[in-house]
């Protein structure tokens, strides 16, 4: 597959200098890249040098003032060079047919041009979308409705009564709906709470390999528009993460939190139940949140990593900090009134 660099510069609405007829056949990071590729830079110290890279073309920040031949001047180099990839290598979409090992039942209704692959289980009541691929192995079940050109990898299950919207991806292994972690003590055992709710996953959301997102006990657990979710993450029932929002991989988010939108939520964080997290909030790495976060906060609260033999001696002394937060504060006071005499 092959572009000319104005074809290419028109794609990510970016200001060519150079050779519009240059042919590009490819992409690739600016170190790697070939004389047949295009690259991107958006480091300054980057930019001081473009020599070091044996590209054909190079997508750099507007407003430089770099007049090499084959630059291409966008307002986010990343964005536009994340675009080009995709030029390159588009989703090679799967012609819509249907697998005769697959097992489907009563009442489904299909769009056009779907696609279920080797193995797929299908249950009863379930509609299924225009371009919707279900690869091998997926388990769809009862009353399930998936929207319009989304894509559900291998040994994917979304179980009964989820809602999935237009051009969600979910990957592999993914588990969707899932019952919500709910019992009750009863003379030493546990007694169910049975989960009656569903999964509701809105428009170009993204769920990542062997996530868990637990159905509601009542109403709907719910995913919105454009959150981006990676690889192993849980998510307890009745939580809501709102739009656009990252949640990164092996994060636990307990039941009933309210996430708001354009929020960060980094790796192995914890998010304890029925909490809220505002809009446009950071929460970094290893972080566990026991409160509520107002809007636009960036919060951390991982240890650095230390010798065995120090944390052994550290925790020792964690529980008495605030007894020894106490007597610094009383020698303080006496300090002081010693030099007021």
Not at 26 to 44: C, L, M, R, S
Not at 54 to 82: C, M, Q, W, Y
Request: charge should be neutral; include cysteine; charged fraction near 20%.
């Amino acid at each position: 597959m092959e572009f000319t660099l104005k074809k290419i510069a028109e794609f990510v609405s970016g200001k060519l200098t150079g050779d519009p007829d240059l042919v590009i056949g490819g992409a690739a990071p600016f170190e790697a890249a070939d004389h047949h590729q295009i690259t991107f830079v958006e480091k300054k110290s980057l930019l001081t040098d473009l020599s070091r890279t044996k590209a054909a073309a190079v997508i750099i920040p507007s407003g430089t003032n770099l007049t090499e031949t084959n630059l291409i001047h966008a307002d986010n180099p990343r964005l536009a060079f994340a675009k080009v990839l995709a030029l390159f290598q588009p989703f090679k979409k799967p012609a819509g047919e249907i697998h005769p090992s697959a097992v489907i039942g009563d009442g489904v209704t299909k769009g056009k041009d779907v696609f279920i692959g080797p193995g797929v289980v299908i249950g009863n009541k379930v509609v299924l979308g225009d371009g919707v691929v279900l690869y091998s192995n997926t388990v769809i079940g009862n009353d399930v409705v998936i929207g319009n050109d989304s894509v559900i990898y291998p040994n994917a299950s979304i179980l009964d009564g989820s809602i999935i919207g237009q051009r969600v991806i979910i990957h592999s292994g993914a588990v969707i709906g899932s019952d919500g972690y709910g019992f009750v003590k009863d003379s030493g055992r546990c007694f169910k709470i049975p989960q009656t709710g569903i999964v509701q996953i809105d428009d170009d959301v993204e769920i990542g390999a062997n996530c868990t997102i637990d159905r509601a006990t009542f109403g709907r657990t719910w995913i919105k528009t454009g959150v981006k979710m990676d690889n192993l993450v849980h998510i307890a029932h009745n939580v809501v993460i709102g739009e656009n929002s990252l949640i990164i991989a092996q994060v636990g988010i307990a039941g009933s939190v309210t996430i708001g939108r354009d929020t960060i939520i980094a790796g192995q964080a914890g998010i304890g139940d029925h909490l809220t997290i505002g809009d446009g909030t950071i929460v970094g790495p290893r972080t566990g949140v026991a409160q509520s976060l107002p809007e636009k906060q960036v919060v951390s609260g991982s240890m650095l990593a230390m010798a065995h033999s120090t944390w052994l001696r550290t925790s020792k002394l964690l529980p008495k900090l605030p007894e020894l937060k106490k007597k610094i504060d009383q020698l303080e006071n006496k300090l002081k009134a010693l030099g007021n005499t």
